[in-house]
């Protein structure tokens, strides 16, 4: 099996990110395999700076214990950020660019392919900043205009409805790029089913500013086929090469439980609370406030990396090289279907079962093989706990797993779990936060940002200073896309 090892040939292809080398029929899988690593943020330096600094923290999925980590207090550090933006738009999409560019003759399975890699990879880099350079990028300019992000999601939608149609009719035997695909080693209907999905996912974050596209979408995605089973979960493979990010940076004493997620899994009795987690050294589970100070670090030893929860067992430095990286999980698509339910959209089931079963494919997913537990957490009238904490935290909130039997209650119910299911993508998680407000989280404990007041949450990384230098006409252009200031506190065109 490839793994992403071998992307190592291509650093050469990216040194100028205004042109492109071009591709032939041999390095093409190759190119795409490096295209799906990067596009994932899967290369541990960028893990770091685009999810574990970042998003890992702002979804309450990990707090961080080192007072050093500005971010875990809404600080966006310009020198951290780049990184980010530089891994798209001068690795990531050069590289798919080419891919594209290269398949689109003579190769339309695999061009349908890469469509839905692009679809997947620019609905993260939108849902960063709101407009970014989209429609003209990797066109060998300068400088770039941004565009809207209801321009970018109308065309994401387009993306990947041109790539399923032409799936559909392809031979569903054949496999574009071989195992040098990384996520589904060339099956063309796991592909579609991904793509399904993440339409899906899409048409549920434009759903409060386009009712109307979204229901379209929605449905059109579940009758094309969503993911239903595990069995069609969209992992990433790794290798000594290509490593799992979050596995490299286990050893290091800065992320934590956050307190939010210990009184969620607490207080449900969540089994999955020792995969998500690993005990303190008092061999208990504990959790920290989002946004302590470097004083209140300090003032308790219950703030200390020992003495609070480290990642999960499976996120060992042991298994960076077999531990695959998250791309989609089935479950997710029937959290989706079930708040489609609740709009009165045409899911294919009522929304109480769909979120039943959401919940029953995480359980298995993560290793919960027990019908008895996986059917009494769902049955669960108990509701988050309070925390012994540095801060004496109360609940977090006061819902149950069970189904409520109001519309408000459900949708809660409906983004709560899904939000615990989607663990440790804390891109998607952030991004589901901001749309819903759900699950109620913490407000950080202070917030280093004048643009951010506690308790609100952070909405964006701000334009990038570097892009203020050297592409600040275009800059200028986008701020008005942005329907208020660039500003952190600033929403998401899709969260107006």
Same mark, same amino acid.
């Given at each position: 099996m490839m793994t992403a090892g071998c992307t190592k040939r291509f650093d050469d292809l990216n040194t100028d990110p205004t042109t492109f080398s071009g591709l032939t029929a041999a390095t093409i899988p190759n190119a795409f395999a490096k295209a799906e690593y990067q596009g994932i943020y899967g290369d541990p330096g960028i893990y770091e700076l685009a999810r574990a600094l970042f998003p890992d923290l702002w979804s309450q999925f990990f707090a961080n214990v080192d007072p050093g980590i500005k971010s875990d207090r809404y600080v966006i550090v310009q020198d951290w950020i780049i990184s980010q933006w530089s891994s798209v738009y001068t690795v990531t999409w050069p590289t798919l660019k080419q891919v594209l560019d290269a398949t %689109?003759?003579?190769? =339309?399975?695999? *061009? !349908?392919? !890469? $469509?839905?890699?692009? !679809?997947?990879?620019?609905?993260?880099? +939108? @849902?960063?900043y709101g407009p970014v350079p989209y429609f003209q990028a990797g066109l060998g300019s300068l400088s770039i205009p941004y565009d809207s992000q209801e321009a970018i999601y109308d065309d994401l939608f387009k993306t990947l409805d041109t790539a399923v149609t032409v799936l559909k009719g392809a031979n569903a035997s054949m496999t574009p790029y071989g195992t040098n695909d990384l996520i589904f080693h060339g099956s063309?209907? %796991?592909?579609?089913?991904?793509? *399904? /999905?993440l339409r899906l996912r899409l048409a549920l974050r434009i759903s409060k500013v386009n009712a109307d596209r979204a229901k379209q979408e929605a449905e059109k995605a579940v009758t094309a086929g969503v993911m239903t089973g595990n069995a069609d979960n969209a992992f990433m493979d790794v290798g000594p090469n290509s490593v799992n990010g979050l596995n490299q940076m286990s =050893?290091?004493?800065?992320?934590?439980? /956050? %307190?939010s997620m210990e009184g969620y899994l607490k207080g449900y009795g969540d089994p999955r609370m020792t995969e998500y987690y690993s005990p303190a050294a008092d061999g208990l589970y504990h959790g920290v406030r989002n946004g302590l100070t470097a004083a209140q670090l300090a003032a308790s030893s219950q703030n200390s990396p020992d003495n609070t929860s480290n990642v999960g067992p499976r996120y060992s430095l042991d298994s960076q090289t077999t531990n695959k990286l998250t791309v989609m999980y089935a479950a997710e698509s029937y959290f989706l279907r079930a708040e489609g339910a609740l709009n009165g959209w045409n899911m294919g089931d009522d929304a109480q079962h769909l979120y039943e079963q959401g919940i029953r494919l995480s359980m298995q997913q993560w290793g919960v093989t027990s019908s008895t537990v996986i059917d009494d957490y769902i049955q669960g009238t108990h +509701? =988050? @706990? /309070?925390?012994? @904490?540095?801060?004496n935290s109360p609940p977090v909130a006061n819902i149950p797993v069970k189904f409520g039997t109001t519309e408000a209650m459900q949708r809660q119910q409906i983004a709560t779990q899904k939000y615990l299911a989607l663990f440790p993508d804390g891109i998607e998680a952030w991004a589901e936060v901001r749309r819903t407000g759900w699950p109620v989280l913490y407000p950080v404990a202070n917030s280093d940002n004048p643009e951010v007041t506690a308790p609100s949450m952070i909405s964006r990384f701000n334009f990038l200073d570097y892009e203020y230098? +050297? *592409?600040?006409?275009?800059?200028?252009?986008?701020i008005p896309l942005l329907g208020g200031? @660039? $500003?952190?506190? +600033?929403?998401?065109?899709? *969260? $107006?």
């Amino acid at each position: 099996m490839m793994t992403a090892g071998c992307t190592k040939r291509f650093d050469d292809l990216n040194t100028d990110p205004t042109t492109f080398s071009g591709l032939t029929a041999a390095t093409i899988p190759n190119a795409f395999a490096k295209a799906e690593y990067q596009g994932i943020y899967g290369d541990p330096g960028i893990y770091e700076l685009a999810r574990a600094l970042f998003p890992d923290l702002w979804s309450q999925f990990f707090a961080n214990v080192d007072p050093g980590i500005k971010s875990d207090r809404y600080v966006i550090v310009q020198d951290w950020i780049i990184s980010q933006w530089s891994s798209v738009y001068t690795v990531t999409w050069p590289t798919l660019k080419q891919v594209l560019d290269a398949t %689109a003759k003579s190769q =339309p399975e695999a *061009n !349908a392919i !890469a $469509k839905i890699w692009k !679809a997947y990879i620019w609905h993260y880099q +939108t @849902d960063f900043y709101g407009p970014v350079p989209y429609f003209q990028a990797g066109l060998g300019s300068l400088s770039i205009p941004y565009d809207s992000q209801e321009a970018i999601y109308d065309d994401l939608f387009k993306t990947l409805d041109t790539a399923v149609t032409v799936l559909k009719g392809a031979n569903a035997s054949m496999t574009p790029y071989g195992t040098n695909d990384l996520i589904f080693h060339g099956s063309i209907p %796991a592909w579609m089913k991904l793509a *399904n /999905s993440l339409r899906l996912r899409l048409a549920l974050r434009i759903s409060k500013v386009n009712a109307d596209r979204a229901k379209q979408e929605a449905e059109k995605a579940v009758t094309a086929g969503v993911m239903t089973g595990n069995a069609d979960n969209a992992f990433m493979d790794v290798g000594p090469n290509s490593v799992n990010g979050l596995n490299q940076m286990s =050893p290091w004493e800065g992320a934590r439980m /956050s %307190a939010s997620m210990e009184g969620y899994l607490k207080g449900y009795g969540d089994p999955r609370m020792t995969e998500y987690y690993s005990p303190a050294a008092d061999g208990l589970y504990h959790g920290v406030r989002n946004g302590l100070t470097a004083a209140q670090l300090a003032a308790s030893s219950q703030n200390s990396p020992d003495n609070t929860s480290n990642v999960g067992p499976r996120y060992s430095l042991d298994s960076q090289t077999t531990n695959k990286l998250t791309v989609m999980y089935a479950a997710e698509s029937y959290f989706l279907r079930a708040e489609g339910a609740l709009n009165g959209w045409n899911m294919g089931d009522d929304a109480q079962h769909l979120y039943e079963q959401g919940i029953r494919l995480s359980m298995q997913q993560w290793g919960v093989t027990s019908s008895t537990v996986i059917d009494d957490y769902i049955q669960g009238t108990h +509701t =988050p @706990d /309070s925390l012994h @904490d540095y801060l004496n935290s109360p609940p977090v909130a006061n819902i149950p797993v069970k189904f409520g039997t109001t519309e408000a209650m459900q949708r809660q119910q409906i983004a709560t779990q899904k939000y615990l299911a989607l663990f440790p993508d804390g891109i998607e998680a952030w991004a589901e936060v901001r749309r819903t407000g759900w699950p109620v989280l913490y407000p950080v404990a202070n917030s280093d940002n004048p643009e951010v007041t506690a308790p609100s949450m952070i909405s964006r990384f701000n334009f990038l200073d570097y892009e203020y230098q +050297t *592409n600040g006409k275009a800059v200028q252009a986008a701020i008005p896309l942005l329907g208020g200031p @660039d $500003k952190a506190n +600033t929403k998401m065109w899709w *969260n $107006k």
